[in-house]
């Protein structure tokens, strides 16, 4: 009988697993994405997407304020068959050719996020995603983080890449037509996001993002419209 049990169980699992990815619609998601906030003088939307792509139960339901200012990143994470939620934006344009970094002004709960770019070319097998952690104080206190991008890590489906050039190009600023937030149990070294800037089981996380500006030089300099 308890064999019984664990079969039924773990079919059941299999099954709602298959039909949560067979629902998910990622196509609608991207419809539906959110104004908000601006790289130079190109406005960026949001569209979600969360584990349920591959079957899992994490939710994020993010916003903009009334001036589309700030984004609101909010959601529940669910370890059960998953484990990451995320937004994300097209950049039309990519980033500026003399972009050297990306500076983010944040509100956040104390969770380790990353900061992903890429392409924005869709792919079969996901592309690759250039990614670094995004380290957060506790309370919602606006802090400051910049993030070089030699220090953006190449990966593909989760997982940390080695620069090939026979199937990992340079990052260059300008192809980089897509840009995310994510909260996943990896961090962007492969390595496990801890419990203490994570989370275990079901849980909520908040993060906002009030400013994200490409800039040229460590002395602050924001890449401008013209300059690139």
């Given at each position: 009988v308890l064999f019984l049990e664990q079969y039924i169980s773990v079919h059941a699992n299999m099954f709602g697993r298959a039909s949560r990815m067979i629902r998910y619609d990622?196509?609608?998601?991207?419809?539906?994405?959110?104004?908000?906030?601006?790289?130079?003088?190109?406005?960026?939307?949001?569209?979600?997407?969360?584990?349920?792509?591959?079957?899992?139960?994490s939710e994020t339901t993010h916003s903009c304020s009334e001036d589309n200012v700030a984004l609101e990143f909010k959601g529940q994470i669910n370890t059960t068959g998953g484990g990451f939620t995320s937004i994300r934006s097209k950049v039309p344009n990519g980033l500026p050719a003399e972009t050297i970094?990306?500076?983010?002004?944040?509100?956040?709960?104390?969770?380790?996020?990353?900061?992903?770019?890429?392409?924005g070319v869709k792919?079969?097998?996901g592309g690759i995603s250039w990614q670094a952690d995004i380290p957060t104080e506790a309370g919602g206190r606006e802090q400051t983080?910049?993030?070089?991008?030699?220090?953006?890590r190449p990966t593909?489906?989760?997982?940390?890449?080695?620069?090939?050039?026979?199937?990992?190009?340079?990052?260059?600023?300008?192809?980089?037509?897509e840009i995310g937030i994510m909260l996943s149990l990896s961090?962007?070294?492969?390595?496990?996001?801890p419990k203490e800037t994570f989370g275990e089981g079901i849980f909520p996380f908040s993060l906002t993002v009030l400013s994200i500006e490409p800039i040229s030089s460590l002395d602050s300099n924001v890449c401008t419209p013209n300059s690139s």
């Open positions: 990622r196509a609608l998601n991207e419809r539906n994405a959110i104004p908000a906030l601006n790289i130079m003088d190109a406005a960026l939307s949001w569209y979600r997407l969360d584990d349920g792509v591959m079957g899992g139960q970094a990306l500076r983010l002004k944040v509100k956040a709960d104390g969770k380790t996020y990353k900061l992903l770019v890429n392409d792919s079969m097998m983080v910049t993030i070089l991008l030699s220090d953006l593909a489906a989760g997982r940390p890449r080695q620069i090939n050039t026979e199937d990992v190009e340079p990052l260059l600023a300008p192809n980089m037509k961090l962007s070294d492969g390595s496990p996001n």
